[in-house]
């Protein structure tokens, strides 16, 4: 008999629970229920919206996100280097043409286009905003006789023109570079490097002579001349704070610093260290300058190869 009242106890007991329990929530409800009618937003309204465009006034033109990342972004440095680390070294000279598929990145936009340009007008913007050196075309001054000209001077020896801050190609235009590299063997960390030492571009045009009637006639061969070099480590800083196009991914830019380090072009070898101090186009023709090119590119990647034993 105790056993039974005690039962109905605490059913009595769980059953009050629960009732105060739902009145809580049933008031609570009815709260938040009053807050939303005094606010004036009902389940069926929205607020009022802030979108300048759905209200038909111009918006400026914005990213989903603060881009930050290349325009913060510091080149990684150099590790140093002792001479003694110097277990061999080879001098590499390599044309990168703009023309090629895999470069034309570095080749457009011709004009700049909001902050992307091409490599050429980037050299270009640090000339004029950064004060960056540009050294004479001689080689055998390479980054030693600065190239003392004014900037009018020397968009107007390139064939550009600066039309309100923009340069516009007039006439010829910068389609190859020559890039000095050292290959070297570091004993330090056993390991073959490499680092760009500089960056010329070069003009490609046809040339032009005018006989005493001014007729104008222009030759079939193609001239190619080296207008300056630059100090690569110097552009480093600029490089690595401008993005370059990335075709597969555009919230996953690259800098130029970035595709030059990662070695992200095609070139090919026209020149290493010699005798003769020759280019290999100065003894061979057609399809014999590519073999050899070829051949000295094998020949790096052999003697790494050839320093391990398996």
Known sequence: MMLYITNEQNYNHMKKTLLIVAALFFAFNL??????????????????SN?????????????VYEKIHITNKKPIPYVSMREADFLWSKDIWRILDLREKMNQALYYPIQPTGQRMNLFSLILHGIKEHNLKLYNPDEDNMFTTELLMTYDALIEKLGFEDVFGKIIPDGHLVKQYLVKEKWFFDKQHSTMSVRIQGLAPLKIYNETITDSDGNVTTLPEVQ????????????????????????????????????????????????ETNVFNRYLSDYLMGEDVLHEADRIKMKLFEFEHD???Y
Not at 33 to 46: L, P, R
Not at 230 to 259: G, K, M, V
């Open 307 to 309: 320093l391990w034993e």
């Open 31 to 48: 709260s938040l229920f009053a807050q939303a009618q005094n606010s004036g937003v009902t389940q069926t309204t929205q607020p009022a």
């Open 51 to 63: 979108n300048t465009q759905v209200d038909g006034d111009s918006i400026p033109i914005i990213n």
């Open 224 to 271: 190619t001349e080296i207008l300056c070099w630059i100090y690569f480590p110097e552009y480093r800083n600029l490089f690595a704070q401008y993005e370059i196009y990335n075709p597969h991914n555009d919230s996953q830019p690259t800098s130029f610093d970035d595709l030059f380090i990662q070695r992200r072009f095609a070139s090919f070898i026209s020149k």
